[in-house]
């Protein structure tokens, strides 16, 4: 008994009629996307780099489109049932060539016929059971993705409330470092103040006894002259340079600053000897 003919196939169809194209090129693009499904069969005809490919595509559209709407089929569960070509009219036409001769020139025309039917009800289970495996891959890799980003979310957070105490506490000291610095600097300047004016004072009245011892009592209501008070004040100075450089770990000449200390004791007690015997010798006089 012959089987069933390719015209007479059950499905829904999509006829394109005397397309300027020969039957043999459109059967190459129709062999890739026959007894596929028409999602596949799409993709198919969209990576394939021919001419023939766009005009099966469109006629393939037209058949889920007539499924679809007059018979109610479901677009998802087509597949292409049956595809085919035929060769339609033929132009004639005559191209003149050499000792007066013609050559015939075909132009082939080709009808191209798709159908499109319900997958059957095995095919049908099979598929949902991929559907439904893939889904729940996808399903089961966002689950795992999501519990990855949570548990590496919860190391950040431990990691950062670890690091927290230490970088308060470095901040913590940092702070007090710079604060401490500028207490001890403030006090090493004082203390030198303090020294300076502590050996300046010494050093007055070293001096002040060792004049009232050479020249006598000398009476409190007549001031000294301006030139020696900043001579008697001179040795003062160079005594806190020297303990200022000594303080600086530079090596002092405290010896030197001693010496220069006694010899203007000296030149002082001297001089106001000479001044006590003057005044003495006008007071004979009188």
């Known amino acids: 008994m012959p089987g069933v003919k390719t015209n007479e196939v059950a499905g829904t169809r999509a006829v394109l009629r005397h397309y300027r194209m020969s039957a043999y090129k459109a059967r190459q693009v129709l062999d890739l996307v026959r007894g596929q499904d028409v999602d596949r069969a799409e993709e198919t005809l969209r990576a394939t780099p021919r001419e023939a490919a766009r005009v ?70 099979r598929r949902r059971a991929r ?18 980003e949570a548990r590496r979310g919860a190391r950040q957070a431990e990691t950062a409330a670890e690091e927290a105490p230490v970088d308060e506490a470095v901040e913590e000291f940092e ?23 502590a050996a300046g004072e010494g050093e007055a009245d070293a001096e002040d006894a060792a004049v009232l011892q050479t020249a006598g009592a000398q009476p409190e209501d007549e001031p000294a002259p301006a030139k020696k008070t900043a ?38 007690s001297g001089g106001t000897g000479d001044e006590a015997d003057g005044r003495s010798a006008d007071g004979e006089k009188d």
């Open 231 to 268: 001579k008697a004040a001179a040795p003062a100075k160079k005594a806190a340079k020297a303990t200022k450089a000594s303080a600086n770990d530079e090596p002092a000449p405290a010896e030197k600053a001693v010496k220069a200390t006694k010899k203007a004791a000296k030149k002082r």
């Open 56 to 125: 099966v595509e469109k006629v393939l559209a037209s058949a889920v489109a007539n499924a679809r709407n007059n018979d109610l089929l479901d677009p998802d569960e087509l597949y292409v049932s049956a595809c085919y070509a035929d060769e339609g009219t033929t132009l004639k036409r005559w191209r003149p060539r050499a000792r007066g001769r013609a050559t015939r020139i075909r132009k082939r025309t080709c009808h191209i016929t798709v159908i499109v039917s319900r997958l059957p009800e095995e095919r049908l289970e």
């Open 175 to 197: 702070g007090t470092g710079v604060e401490d610095l500028g207490d001890t600097a403030v006090e090493l300047g004082e203390a030198e103040d303090l020294e300076g004016a």
């Open 131 to 148: 559907q439904s495996d893939a889904t729940t891959a996808l399903r089961a890799r966002r689950v795992a993705a999501s519990r990855r």
